[in-house]
């Protein structure tokens, strides 16, 4: 068996009881057959714990305050301590791990729901490179209808996606939008089944900078803005369930903040934004796109949709940085806490004053794109919505999200 990962994935050391957002509380935890099947058979102290802590029929533990029924006070497992390491469900055992399984490979990287993995992803600064290493202990059963031309051509498309996600002598927005454009354009030999094709297409992506700009220039992006784009994205968004329960409260009143003064003023609070918190946001953009493109693109084999794949790398760098200008939106609007939740441009009255607008913390921005991972990443159902919303929905097409993309470049 193949492995994969990016080289940052064995730094990650679970902090336990010293975690300030343990990740036993505020969801609920699966259980997969095999470990129920332990449980129901557990003997000992145990036993009896087992019979009241876990929902035989949702499959999963119960919860006490939206916390693991197992989690005791000092945020350790009563269920490790008591049973040891091999009790633990698969969801324990891996987490925060996130494994994509292909025929004879699997693809493993750190999930940015846990805040010590979202440290170690948002702080590494240099390129991400993967690594593989071979276990040739491990077997893989071969599938019949694994598609492996598909899959190999997903691989080679995704590696010149990393090329251009990690050309850093772009402007991140260039780059996103190529990405874009290029899953957009394989999408259509996937579709028409000219999968052959695919080696030319990677070669005019390659140094096709100028020629993309000129494309660009003349794509007929004016009729599309970041404002209208966001503003849907962000509607689908608000439409999830959401997994922590504290997360609504924190959630209320961004849409206001963001959207609710209009379009002028949003942009103009979107130059202030990136005015002071531009080199982080430039930097910030290219690491959830490589981290959902790693995580997610190549499992386009498994339902031939490339594009949408690409389109969730793009509508989750989008959302992440709205959330994130609402949050400092919030921190500079005039007269706060009085104004939290109105419909406010800062500019006007409030920064532009300021001779310069304090930038987000980066303890603020890890915790913020966890909280927004988790809520997005760890339910099918809202990833299922966002997929779904995004592939369906003319407001997200190809020109849209391009002029969601590099907007405030035009403006
Ligand atoms: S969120 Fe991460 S660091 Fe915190 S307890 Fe869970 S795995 Fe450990």
């Given amino acids: 068996m193949l492995y994969t990962y990016p080289h940052y994935y064995k730094k990650f050391q679970c902090i336990a009881s010293a975690c300030e957002d343990t990740c036993c509380a505020g969801w609920a935890i699966t259980i997969d057959p095999k470990?129920?099947?332990?449980y129901r058979h557990a003997k000992g102290g145990m036993k009896a714990r087992l019979k009241e802590s876990v929902d035989w029929k949702q499959k999963c533990f119960k919860q006490r305050e939206h916390r693991c029924a197992f989690?005791?006070?000092?945020?350790?497992?009563?269920?490790y301590t008591g049973m040891g390491p091999d009790s633990l469900c698969w969801t324990c055992k891996t987490y925060p791990r996130h494994i994509e399984v292909f025929d004879g490979v699997r693809e493993v990287s750190l999930c940015l729901s846990c805040i010590e993995a979202a440290r170690i992803i948002l702080g590494t600064k240099?390129?991400?490179?993967?690594?593989?290493s071979e276990n040739e202990k491990e077997e893989s059963c071969e599938d019949e209808d694994f598609?492996?031309?598909l899959y190999t051509k997903l691989q080679e498309t995704r590696d010149v996606i990393f090329e251009i996600l990690e050309n850093r002598g772009l402007s991140s927005e260039l780059r996103m939008a190529m990405c874009l454009s290029l899953?957009?354009?394989?999408?259509r030999r996937v579709r028409d089944e000219k999968l052959y094709e695919v080696d030319g297409l990677l070669k005019r992506y390659h140094n096709c900078t100028a020629r993309f700009c000129h494309r660009l220039a003349s794509a007929g992006l004016e009729s599309y803005s970041r404002f209208e784009t966001a503003s849907e994205l962000y509607t689908v968004f608000e439409k999830m369930e959401p997994l922590d329960p504290a997360w609504p409260e924190r959630r209320d009143g961004m849409d206001e903040i963001l959207y609710g003064a209009g379009k002028e003023a949003y942009e103009a609070n979107r130059r202030a934004f990136l005015t002071a918190n531009g080199t982080r946001m430039e930097l910030l953009r290219e690491q959830i796109m490589v981290y959902f493109v790693f995580g997610y693109f190549c499992g386009a084999v498994y339902n031939d949709n490339p594009y949408g794949k690409m389109?969730?790398?793009?509508?989750?760098?989008?959302?992440?940085?709205?959330?994130?200008?609402?949050?400092w939106l919030k921190e500079n609007l005039p007269g706060r806490p009085e104004n939290r939740g109105k419909a406010v441009s800062v500019v006007p009255s409030g920064i532009r004053g300021k001779a310069v607008a304090a930038a987000l913390?980066?303890?603020q921005i890890v915790d913020l794109v966890h909280c927004?991972?988790?809520?997005?990443?760890?339910?099918?159902?809202n990833r299922g919505l966002l997929e779904d919303e995004l592939v369906k929905r003319e407001e997200f097409c190809l020109k849209a999200l391009l002029a969601a993309v590099i907007e405030w470049k035009r403006a």
């Avoid at 240099?126 to 593989?132: N, Q, W």
């Fill in 372 to 381: 927004f991972s988790r809520e997005v990443e760890h339910s099918d159902e």
């Fill in 311 to 327: 389109k969730l790398a793009v509508a989750a760098a989008i959302l992440v940085e709205e959330l994130l200008m609402a949050e």
């Fill in 35 to 38: 470990s129920l099947e332990k």
């Fill in 126 to 132: 240099e390129p991400v490179r993967f690594l593989s």
């Fill in 361 to 363: 913390q980066e303890e």
């Fill in 71 to 79: 989690l005791n006070d000092d945020n350790l497992c009563d269920l």
């Fill in 147 to 149: 598609d492996f031309f």
């Fill in 183 to 187: 899953a957009h354009d394989l999408q």
